[in-house]
């Protein structure tokens, strides 16, 4: 039988570049994220089946995860692909923004995350990926929503593997470096290792499909650098950081 897969965020990005990775090698893929139109043209250009939900609201979220299993039959696999981009200004810390970055990008995940954890153990097993960021390395300048909410879901998931493993639900964690997607079109700073989408979606079907790695995380020059910079000396670390802040 066939291997069935629900990626939320799947209409767009990085999440409809491994759906239609995940489709060309033989799974029946469910996508979900706002917005109906990029869900139907997959839907039309993949044949995915389009589930529209916004993960802010947890009854909606819960009432598709059931409508999914049952569509499908079972869950294999569910990829957490979504997160907003509400831009934190530099050493503004206002509760507005944050609860929106968090409500979707780690609040999102928990909405979806529990009654996938159900479906799961009733089914005897699954795999969980959740897509966070190197911007979750360490605290980064200039987007502490982002880089705050991206840090939590990286705990998430290191919390996760530990205590699914027991269920056989197996949990992984997809850190990208930068990937030209809607997400990153208004970034107005240089992206080093820029990749394509198509690019992201084939590593991280690789990665899922091909090895039982707990972090999938690419470029590797990229993420090693910033493995190096995570591991300096505070003085150091924050040398660095000062540079990223913009002028003036
Ligand atoms: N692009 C990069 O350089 C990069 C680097 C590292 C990590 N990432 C991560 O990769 C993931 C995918 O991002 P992307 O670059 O592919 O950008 P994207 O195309 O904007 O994908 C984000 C997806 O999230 C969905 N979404 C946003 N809010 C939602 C909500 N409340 N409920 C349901 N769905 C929602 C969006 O669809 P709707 O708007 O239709 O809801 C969209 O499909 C994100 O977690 C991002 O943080 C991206």
């Known amino acids: 039988m066939g291997k069935t897969a629900w990626i939320l965020g799947g209409g767009t990005g990085i999440g409809a570049a491994l759906a239609k990775e ?9 996508v979900s994220g706002r917005r109906p139109g990029p869900l139907q043209a997959l839907a039309q250009s993949h044949g995915v089946r389009p589930y529209p939900l916004d993960v802010t609201d947890a009854d909606a979220t819960a009432g598709v995860a059931r409508k999914v299993a049952a569509d ?7 990829v957490f692909s979504v997160a907003t981009k509400a831009v934190t200004k530099t050493a503004v810390y206002d509760h507005e923004t944050f ?9 999102g995940a928990m909405r979806v995350i529990d009654p996938v954890v159900a479906q799961m153990r009733a089914q005897g097993g699954g795999e969980i990926a959740l897509v966070a960021s190197v911007a979750g390395y360490f605290g980064l300048p200039r987007s502490a929503a982002y880089s705050a ?14 205590e699914l493993a027991r269920d056989n639900i197996s949990v992984r964690l997809v850190s ?5 997607t ?19 979606g084939r590593r991280i079907a690789d990665g899922l499909l091909r090895s039982r790695r ?5 470029p590797l ?15 150091l670390f924050f040398a660095i950081m000062r540079r990223l802040l913009p002028k003036g």
Request: glycine share 4%; proline share 7%.
């Open 214 to 218: 707990f972090e999938i995380a690419f």
């Open 182 to 200: 809607e997400f990153t079109a208004k970034n107005n700073f240089p992206m080093p290792f820029l990749l394509e989408p198509e690019d992201a």
């Open 22 to 30: 995940l489709v060309e090698r033989g799974w029946t893929v469910a």
């Open 72 to 78: 499908l039959g079972r869950i294999d696999l569910m």
């Open 149 to 162: 909410g991206k840090a939590a879901l990286i705990a998430l998931a290191q919390t996760m593997k530990t």
């Open 221 to 235: 020059r990229f993420v090693l650098m910033l493995k190096l910079v995570r591991m300096l000396p505070y003085p």
């Open 99 to 107: 609860q929106k970055v968090i409500d979707t990008n780690l609040l």
């Open 176 to 180: 990208p470096g930068f990937v030209r």
